[in-house]
T-cell receptor, first 116, second 109 residues
Framework: SAVISQKPSRDICQRGTSLTIQCQVD?????MFWYRQQPGQSLTLIAT?????????ESGFVIDKFPISRPNLTFSTLTVSNMSPEDSSIYLC?????????????FGEGSRLTVL | GQNIDQPTEMTATEGAIVQINCTYQTSGFNGLFWYQQHAGEAPTFLSYNVLDGLEEKGRFSSFLSRSKGYSYLLLKELQMKDSASYLC??????????WGAGTKLIIKP
């Protein structure tokens, strides 16, 4: 299993500012994912962050808006830049671990952002 | 395109059994996940199926038929705390997860 610590758990931000979300895993993992979940919606993948390479962004998400760092196998950050009210959402980091051909996706506790 | 379908909402009675279905069309298949998510919380892992058949874990069971692109999550002896959204997700050939919109399960006394 993997334990993921994510912070901040919640924040209220002003329009035009940027916020960095941190994700710390208690074990080394190759792939880390960043998701966004807007109220009443399912999960939307923002990007996949692999250690030592550039993050891979999904359609509709760009690096200038959501820069990601992945300095090592246990840590990643997602920055939400130049925020607008439309960025108000829960942001989740997650990792996949494999054990005996069984996969499991673990989530951090989530960061609930409200942009005024 | 890739697609995951599951019912939007279901209602069941405490103590009863409920089955939540999930059908999928993806480019490749590396397993299907079921997650439970209570409002305002992160999803928690319930099950992973990569082979056909039924996997049982206590009150929860998950079934997979790869030939039919179909899975279900079976919840027995329902409790009020089972009221939550249940998310179906398929990992495609690129190890990317495709998520369903989730099924909101309402348990009534």
């Amino acid at each position: 299993s993997a334990v993921i610590s994510q912070k901040p758990s919640r924040d209220i931000c002003q329009r035009g500012t940027s916020l960095t979300i941190q994700c710390q895993v208690d074990s080394q993992v190759t792939m880390m994912f960043w998701y966004r979940q807007q109220p009443g919606q399912s999960l939307t993948l923002i990007a996949t962050a692999n250690q030592g390479s550039e993050a891979t962004y999904e359609s509709g998400f760009v690096i200038d808006k959501f820069p990601i760092s992945r300095p090592n196998l246990t840590f990643s950050t997602l920055t939400v830049s130049n925020m607008s009210p439309e960025d108000s959402s829960i942001y989740l980091c997650s990792v996949v671990t494999w054990r005996e051909n069984t996969g499991e996706l673990f989530f951090g506790e989530g960061s609930r952002l409200t942009v005024l | 395109g890739q697609n995951i379908d599951q019912p939007t909402e279901m209602t069941a009675t405490e103590g009863a059994i409920v089955q939540i279905n999930c059908t999928y069309q993806t480019s490749g298949f590396n397993g299907l996940f079921w997650y439970q998510q209570h409002a305002g919380e992160a999803p928690t892992f319930l099950s992973y199926n990569v082979l056909d058949g039924l996997e049982e874990k206590g009150r929860f069971s998950s079934f997979l038929s790869r030939s039919k692109g179909y899975s279900y999550l079976l919840l027995k002896e329902l409790q009020m705390k089972d009221s939550a959204s249940y998310l179906c997700a398929v990992m495609d050939s690129n190890y990317q997860l495709i998520w369903g919109a989730g099924t909101k399960l309402i348990i009534k006394p």
